[in-house]
């Protein structure tokens, strides 16, 4: 069990590192498979828990983005 959760923390990190560094504008689950070399679950549930964790945020075309917060105007 311990390693199976070490390899998922690690792959969340990977793809989390491919937004917070620049490497990645935006990926789709499908896209993530690709380049992680994971399953279609595994890649939704990553997206996911990025998405509910407020690192990535889900476009209307599916894709996955990082999340960049609005800035409080000033009145």
């Known amino acids: 069990m311990t390693s ?5 923390e690690t792959l969340v990190m990977q793809v ?3 937004f917070l560094n620049g ?5 789709t689950a499908a896209e993530t498979e690709d380049r992680f070399g994971i399953d279609r679950r595994t890649s939704e549930a990553i997206l ?3 998405a509910e964790a407020n690192v990535l945020t889900r476009t209307a075309d ?4 990082r999340f960049l917060p609005r800035l409080a105007r000033a009145a």
Not at 23 to 27: D, E, P
Not at 62 to 65: H, I, P, S
């Open 23 to 27: 490497r990645a504008a935006k990926l």
């Open 62 to 65: 599916g894709g996955y983005v």
């Open 4 to 8: 199976r959760r070490n390899w998922i």
């Open 48 to 50: 996911d828990v990025l």
């Open 16 to 18: 989390q590192g491919e």
